[in-house]
């Protein structure tokens, strides 16, 4: 037998030669999937203005536009990460990336929130196996050594698509109609796919499992209905509602259920045994709380920009550059901190000084130095670089290479749930602050207005615009209710991320672990094999 004596690197000499490369055209598939939320990010007050500038979307409209892209891609993730392991990653990234393609096509051309919050569905689907085939090629074309520094810069092609989105969606807003922020996809997408079939090798898990079906459709509907329950809850504001409470709780019941069913099925869309590591489970549980911070921040601080310091959507874009200018920086140099200090020390750090930034919205007022918003986002930036690639290292190395899909799936799925429940919790605390701050200032409405003006900043400000100078009292308390809103938001985020402090630090290594070579001749075989 030769293969135990093999000692010759296990990636294609080939494939090795144009890694590089391969991770360029990987990088510009995940730069199109968050690129997307970014663009649409600063587009949603647009969106929000009547027709015909927007589609009269409402606060709950948007939180469900953003949200049914995240609930699909979230929901199927588990399943798309098993159908590239069986089926092949490759093909699985080509299919994807032309579902978005067609999904983005059709969003532009919507004709209603309703179309819209549909055609977000489709792109999520399509994003649900572009993501985690990104990651698990990745793991299949770079040596284990090289990984941490593959996945570094992988993590910082966040930060480009977070400083590319807004600008972008701003240039746009600023020249076209709103639904070019997802017509610009459709040209990236075509590029995207010619360069795969070109460069991208195929792989796929020589052993992989039979797909769940019960447990996708489990996650899919308890994720849907927490969501739903938790938003409705936001535009009512009342969480006390019956309705509200018997949705959020028949959503928890079927996610009790969904693990229940994982840990007793022989093919689950999750090994429950996974989380019987701490250190994957506290990993897995900083990059959700990253995301549920990152997505509940960027959807108020738009409406902060625009709606009460009057930027347009283009220098709301540009505003926004130094949080991702952070992480474009910082994401691949954080290994190097990791390598001196530790994983527990780095995540722990980056997390408090993001619970740090959060707390600090409440200092901004509607006549704040702008120059202050822009560090607490370049600080924001840096703890989020410090916590997401340490956390998709030691997520990415604790299964096989075989297994990289199903890590990857997992890695993203706690991603997308965490900002999928960061819009939905914090968008709804946004809400019904905002709600309970403005509501007695609409007395001067007719009753039929009130419920409507009181929904949203931007529906305040539209019932306004339209009373002419008898409304400029209404747009005083708007902002002043929304301000209010915005810092109690705020710190119930920085709760948040606090709590993953104290996750990380009990849970994680506190130095980084030696790595056994595993080419070298004189490693010991008996002891790399149990």
């Not at 301000?483 to 710190?491: F, R, Y």
Request: proline share 6%.
């Amino acid at each position: 037998m030769t293969t135990p004596a093999v000692s010759t690197p296990r990636i294609p000499e080939a494939v090795h030669r144009r890694r590089w490369a391969i991770l360029g055209v990987l990088m510009l598939s995940l730069l199109i999937v968050v690129l997307d939320n970014s663009i649409l990010n600063v587009a949603i007050k647009t969106i929000s203005t009547p027709e015909p500038t927007g589609l009269g979307a409402t606060q709950g409209d948007l939180e469900w536009a953003i949200n049914s892209y995240t609930l699909v891609f979230a929901g199927l993730l588990f399943t798309a990460g098993l159908l590239g392991d069986r089926l092949g990653r490759k093909k699985m990234l080509l299919v994807g990336l032309a579902v978005f393609g067609i999904g983005s096509a059709l969003a532009a051309e919507s004709g209603s929130p309703v179309q819209l919050i549909l055609f977000r569905a489709v792109m999520g689907l399509g994003a649900a196996f572009v993501m985690p085939a990104t990651l698990a090629v990745l793991m299949n074309v770079f040596e284990r050594e090289e990984q941490p520094k593959a996945i570094g810069i992988w993590a910082g092609g966040v930060g480009l698509a977070i400083a590319i989105g807004p600008i972008t969606g701003g240039v746009l807003l600023d020249h076209f109609w709103w639904g070019s922020v997802f017509l610009v996809n459709v040209p990236i997408v075509i590029v995207a796919i010619g360069l795969m079939i070109w460069l991208v090798p195929e792989s796929r898990d020589p052993e992989p499992g039979r797909i769940d079906l019960v447990g996708v459709g489990l996650s899919v509907v308890g994720l849907v209905l927490l969501v739903y329950g938790i938003i409705k809850g936001g535009q009512l504001a009342d969480f006390t509602d019956p309705a509200v409470l018997g949705t959020v709780f028949a959503g928890l019941a079927v996610l009790v259920g969904f693990v229940l069913y994982e840990k007793r099925s022989d093919h689950p869309s999750i090994d429950i045994s996974y989380f019987r590591n701490r250190v994957f489970s506290a990993a897995i549980s900083s990059l959700a709380l990253v995301f549920f911070a990152l997505m509940g921040v960027t959807f108020f601080a738009v409406f902060y920009t625009q709606s009460v310091r009057g930027y347009s959507p283009l220098q709301t874009g540009l505003l926004m550059l130094p949080l991702a200018a952070a992480q474009l920086i910082f994401a691949p140099r954080a290994r190097l901190v990791v390598d001196r200090f530790g994983v527990r020390a780095v995540c722990a750090g980056g997390l408090l000084l993001l619970a740090s930034m959060l707390a600090a919205f409440t200092i901004l007022e509607a006549d704040t130095p702008i120059w202050i918003l822009e560090v607490m986002f370049f600080l924001m930036g840096t703890g989020m670089a410090h916590i997401m690639t340490p956390s998709s290292v030691v997520i990415m190395q604790a299964l096989p290479r075989e297994k990289a899909g199903s890590a990857s799936a997992l890695s993203n799925t706690f991603r997308q749930v965490g900002g999928a429940l960061g819009i939905a919790v914090l968008g709804s605390v946004l809400s019904a602050a905002y709600r309970s701050g403005v509501e007695d200032k609409l007395t001067v409405l007719p009753a039929d207005v009130r419920h409507t003006a009181g929904e949203s900043i931007e529906a305040t400000l539209g019932v306004a615009a339209e009373l002419g100078p008898r409304g400029e009292p209404l747009v005083a308390a708007a902002h002043d209710s929304f301000l209010h809103a915005m810092h109690v938001t705020a710190l119930c985020g920085a709760g948040v991320a606090l709590i993953g402090v104290v996750v990380v630090a009990l849970f994680l290594p506190g130095r980084a672990p030696r790595k056994p070579e595993p080419e070298q001749p004189e490693a010991d075989p008996v002891g790399a094999g149990h």
